[in-house]
């Protein structure tokens, strides 16, 4: 518990307190898991963004992936989480093996573009075959099962599964940062010259460091038609991809709290602005134009501004 | 180093350039700025790959190998510029320089480490903070303790002192002969002669991509080809 640490800790007790809280709704209870969700993969592509420095544009193709795993299993009548997320590591894994390793082998703009390409093929693939639904997708999926008898039918058990997906994926994640493998990530980031003649293979580090924010980013998306009862191919759209990233930006970079906290603030606005508005993209470029624009290290940064006023 | 040509894109930087450097000893390449003198720094360690020629270390041909792998088999590279990790500590630029050798352990790393703190007690002294908040003098001690902690055998040095104020520049001419001392072997790439020949066995002068002269330190100090080519 100790990689943790209590903060993390009491943030986490307070989550599994919510379904708790008087008065809390179906709806709010759904809003928190797509938030949660869309908070963890959002740390993980920030294991990429922040401390690789790799700026992917295909993670809707892991995320969708993911989905499809269990979706695929779930209609041919298999409903363990188990197996839905096995076989959610295994064809995200061995897309992310291919993908990871044509992008790596790139820099910069260039590695951006081919994760682009790759999720556009998944997703046209998806997208114009019949096998899988088409556009339509696999719809009517039952509930899950984590052991015989315990279903997650109600929003409560399922809450508290992304909750235990969050938990695992921010112990992996914080895990990872703080090994040697982590510090190289970091000094890749900032020169990978640097890094190769210190004896580092660059390219091995790159891969390594987007298998597991694919994998974990696989796993959200195996968890989502758990849900939602069906996966899409517009899961795996590029503008999800982005989403992501701005998740990311809004949260700030490198700090895998803040992702989880830019995540979980872009679903709700999103979910809210929508709610009153149709045009409520426009109000959610406005805000995140005011958030770059004033707050360049993002939501988290505020600590350090108000950190620095107390001590003033 | 045998008749190495190289250079960027379609433009020749090098052109036949063939120098040895024997074990054990401290070899200055000397010349004026834009002769190639960082070109074939980076020729050797893999950036670039030669267009001609051969570079061998320890019987081993390099012309064909990764950055990575040629630091790994022992040569180690003091870039330019202090290139060190700004935004890591100091103890995590010392640690990550332990990539290079062959059998990581933690057993290995306090030796190191402790080794390195001999000859650079004030590293031990900022070892929490950050690379950034370092002076310039201090950064190049970590870019040579960094090369120190991977076991280096052969150490490329790319301008050491250049912007070193002169307590520093007599610091590292001392680590360059401490070095030595410990049998490790030494390219250093000066501008400045009077430091690099103070330290070094012999020297080559280099001139718009090839060699044009090659002495003693002493014949070289004394020589007018030094003073003609170098303008010192």
Same mark, same amino acid.
């Given at each position: 518990?100790?990689?943790?640490?209590?903060?993390?800790?009491?943030?986490?007790?307070?989550?599994?307190?919510?379904?708790?809280?008087?008065?809390?709704?179906?709806?709010?209870?759904?809003?928190?898991?797509?938030?949660?969700?869309?908070?963890?993969?959002?740390?993980?592509?920030?294991?990429?963004?922040?401390?690789?420095?790799?700026?992917?544009?295909?993670?809707?193709?892991?995320?969708?992936?993911?989905?499809?795993?269990t979706a695929i299993l779930m209609e041919r009548g298999v409903q363990s989480v188990w197996a839905c997320v096995g076989f959610a590591v295994v064809v995200v894994g061995l897309y992310a093996l291919v993908v990871s390793y044509f992008a790596t082998a790139r820099r910069g703009i260039y590695f951006a573009l081919l994760t682009l390409i790759f999720a556009e093929v998944v997703y046209t693939f998806f997208r114009y075959t019949q096998t899988f639904g088409g556009s339509d997708g696999i719809q009517g999926l039952p509930d899950a099962t984590v052991l015989p008898g315990l279903v997650i039918d109600t929003p409560t058990r399922k809450?508290?599964?992304?909750?235990?997906?969050?938990?695992?994926?921010?112990?992996?994640?914080?895990?990872?940062?703080?090994?040697?493998?982590?510090?190289?990530?970091?000094?890749?980031?900032?020169?990978?010259?640097?890094?190769?003649?210190?004896?580092?293979?660059?390219?091995?580090?790159?891969?390594?460091?987007?298998?597991?924010?694919?994998?974990?980013?696989?796993?959200?998306?195996?968890?989502?038609?758990?849900?939602?009862?069906?996966?899409?191919?517009?899961?795996?759209?590029?503008?999800?991809?982005?989403?992501?990233?701005?998740?990311?930006?809004?949260?700030?970079?490198?700090?895998?709290?803040?992702?989880?906290?830019?995540?979980?603030?872009?679903?709700?606005?999103?979910?809210?602005?929508?709610?009153?508005?149709?045009?409520?993209?426009?109000?959610?470029?406005?805000?995140?134009?005011?958030?770059?624009?004033?707050?360049?290290?993002?939501?988290?940064?505020?600590?350090?501004?108000?950190?620095?006023?107390?001590?003033? | 180093?045998?008749?190495?040509?190289?250079?960027?894109?379609?433009?020749?930087?090098?052109?036949?350039?063939?120098?040895?450097?024997?074990?054990?000893?401290?070899?200055?390449?000397?010349?004026?700025?834009?002769?190639?003198?960082?070109?074939?720094?980076?020729?050797?360690?893999?950036?670039?790959?030669?267009?001609?020629?051969?570079?061998?270390?320890?019987?081993?041909?390099?012309?064909?190998?990764?950055?990575?792998?040629?630091? @790994? &088999? /022992? !040569?180690?590279?003091?870039?330019?510029?202090?290139?060190?990790?700004?935004? %890591?500590? +100091?103890?995590?630029?010392?640690?990550?320089?332990?990539?290079?050798?062959?059998?990581?352990?933690?057993?290995?790393?306090?030796?190191?480490?402790?080794?390195?703190?001999?000859?650079?007690?004030?590293?031990?002294?900022?070892?929490?903070?950050?690379?950034?908040?370092?002076?310039?003098?201090?950064?190049?001690?970590?870019?040579?303790?960094?090369?120190?902690?991977?076991?280096?055998?052969?150490?490329?040095?790319?301008?050491?002192?250049?912007?070193?104020?002169?307590?520093?520049?007599?610091?590292?001419?001392?680590?360059?002969?401490?070095?030595? @001392? &410990? /049998? !490790?072997?030494?390219?250093?790439?000066?501008?400045?002669?009077?430091?690099? %020949?103070? +330290?070094?066995?012999?020297?080559?002068?280099?001139?718009?991509?090839?060699?044009?002269?090659?002495?003693?330190?002493?014949?070289?100090?004394?020589?007018?080809?030094?003073?003609?080519?170098?303008?010192?």
């Amino acid at each position: 518990m100790s990689v943790l640490g209590w903060r993390a800790l009491l943030v986490f007790a307070l989550l599994a307190a919510l379904p708790l809280v008087p008065g809390m709704s179906r709806y709010y209870l759904l809003l928190a898991f797509d938030a949660l969700l869309f908070g963890a993969i959002a740390m993980s592509l920030d294991l990429l963004m922040g401390y690789t420095g790799l700026v992917s544009f295909g993670h809707a193709a892991f995320y969708g992936l993911g989905a499809y795993a269990t979706a695929i299993l779930m209609e041919r009548g298999v409903q363990s989480v188990w197996a839905c997320v096995g076989f959610a590591v295994v064809v995200v894994g061995l897309y992310a093996l291919v993908v990871s390793y044509f992008a790596t082998a790139r820099r910069g703009i260039y590695f951006a573009l081919l994760t682009l390409i790759f999720a556009e093929v998944v997703y046209t693939f998806f997208r114009y075959t019949q096998t899988f639904g088409g556009s339509d997708g696999i719809q009517g999926l039952p509930d899950a099962t984590v052991l015989p008898g315990l279903v997650i039918d109600t929003p409560t058990r399922k809450y508290y599964l992304v909750l235990a997906y969050l938990l695992i994926a921010y112990a992996i994640c914080r895990v990872v940062v703080a090994s040697h493998f982590g510090r190289v990530l970091v000094a890749i980031r900032e020169n990978e010259d640097r890094a190769r003649f210190l004896g580092y293979n660059v390219p091995r580090y790159k891969m390594g460091a987007c298998m597991i924010s694919a994998l974990l980013t696989g796993v959200g998306g195996a968890i989502y038609p758990m849900r939602s009862a069906f996966a899409t191919p517009d899961l795996m759209l590029w503008t999800e991809s982005g989403e992501f990233i701005i998740s990311v930006m809004i949260g700030g970079l490198g700090t895998l709290v803040g992702p989880i906290i830019g995540g979980a603030f872009f679903t709700i606005l999103r979910d809210k602005v929508s709610s009153i508005v149709d045009w409520y993209f426009i109000v959610i470029g406005g805000v995140l134009i005011v958030i770059v624009l004033f707050m360049p290290r993002g939501l988290l940064g505020l600590r350090r501004i108000f950190s620095r006023r107390a001590a003033a | 180093m045998r008749e190495v040509h190289a250079g960027y894109g379609a433009t020749p930087i090098l052109f036949g350039v063939s120098l040895d450097v024997r074990q054990g000893e401290a070899v200055a390449l000397l010349g004026k700025n834009g002769m190639g003198k960082t070109t074939l720094m980076k020729t050797a360690i893999g950036f670039l790959k030669p267009w001609r020629g051969t570079i061998e270390f320890e019987g081993r041909d390099l012309t064909r190998l990764a950055p990575h792998d040629i630091a @790994r &088999l /022992g !040569v180690g590279l003091v870039p330019e510029n202090r290139r060190i990790f700004p935004g %890591l500590t +100091v103890r995590e630029n010392l640690e990550l320089g332990l990539s290079a050798a062959p059998r990581r352990s933690a057993d290995l790393r306090e030796r190191r480490l402790a080794a390195v703190f001999q000859h650079f007690p004030r590293l031990r002294e900022r070892l929490d903070q950050s690379g950034k908040t370092l002076s310039g003098g201090e950064q190049q001690m970590l870019a040579i303790a960094r090369v120190m902690m991977a076991g280096a055998r052969l150490i490329l040095m790319d301008e050491p002192t250049q912007g070193l104020a002169p307590a520093f520049i007599r610091h590292i001419r001392d680590m360059i002969r401490e070095l030595k @001392r &410990l /049998g !490790v072997t030494v390219l250093l790439i000066e501008q400045n002669a009077r430091v690099a %020949l103070s +330290v070094c066995d012999r020297g080559y002068i280099m001139e718009k991509g090839v060699i044009v002269f090659e002495a003693s330190s002493r014949e070289l100090r004394e020589s007018p080809v030094t003073r003609e080519k170098l303008g010192v």
